[in-house]
T-cell receptor, first 115, second 112 residues
């Protein structure tokens, strides 16, 4: 089937605005992850879901960031009052479940630019 | 705390030459180790992973990596590089379920 998809592929916004980034995981994958990749860096863990619930949100940088997965499939990462420092590529990944030997499959990312 | 260091930011090799990308990790328990490749506009793709057992791990696209506990290393190797291997390579450590820590990446350029 199709891989992980993310929309939009690019998002340009102004400082202070609200943005939503969408992730469609691979069908049947119960675990979903969000990462942020700043220029010249590796991906940085933000949050992961097992089903509908956020099992670990310890990577969210502050309370301007929030993510939901209401039906256990599609997830939306929401960023309020965006700042220039939020500019990065936001990656989504999914896996069959959150055990050690389950590969995470990554989407192509959403490039967010905050002007 | 777990962390990953990739000492080489950028490496250039000639097509057909051998390749070794370095990765050093810090982890309190037995690590789970991964190498991913990222091409422009593409998602991260898993090349190989180590959980336990044989310390020499074979991956896709002709890549292999060797886990050396005494050196806290998990270097990626390929005997003969192809032009299509040009990409960014990331080493990662930790449980696959969450909180996977990535290195900063090594950008590979392949000369014709």
């Amino acid at each position: 089937g199709a891989g992980v998809s993310q929309t939009p592929s690019n998002k340009v916004t102004e400082k202070g605005k609200y943005v939503e980034l969408r992730c469609d995981p691979i069908s049947g994958h119960t675990a979903l992850y969000w990462y942020r990749q700043s220029l010249g860096q590796g991906p940085e863990f933000l949050i992961y879901f097992q089903g509908t619930g956020a099992a670990d949100d310890s990577g969210l940088p502050n309370d301007r960031f929030f993510a939901v997965r209401p039906e256990g499939s599609v997830s939306t990462l929401k960023i309020q009052r965006t700042e220039r420092g939020d500019s990065a590529v936001y990656l989504c990944a999914s896996s069959l479940r959150t055990s050690a030997n389950n590969e995470q499959f990554f989407g192509p990312g959403t490039r967010l630019t905050v002007l | 705390a777990q962390s990953v260091t990739q000492p080489d930011i950028h490496i250039t090799v000639s097509e057909g030459a051998s390749l070794e990308l370095r990765c050093n990790y810090s982890y309190g328990a037995t690590p789970y180790l991964f190498w991913y490749v990222q091409s422009p506009g593409q998602g991260l793709q898993l090349l190989l992973k180590y959980f336990s057992g044989d310390t020499l791990v074979q991956g896709i696209k002709g890549f292999e990596a060797e886990f050396k506990r005494s050196q806290s290393s998990f270097n990626l190797r390929k005997p003969s590089v192809h032009w299509s291997d040009a990409a960014e390579y990331f080493c990662a450590v930790g449980p696959a379920g969450n909180d996977m820590r990535f290195g900063a990446g090594t950008r590979l350029t392949v000369k014709p």
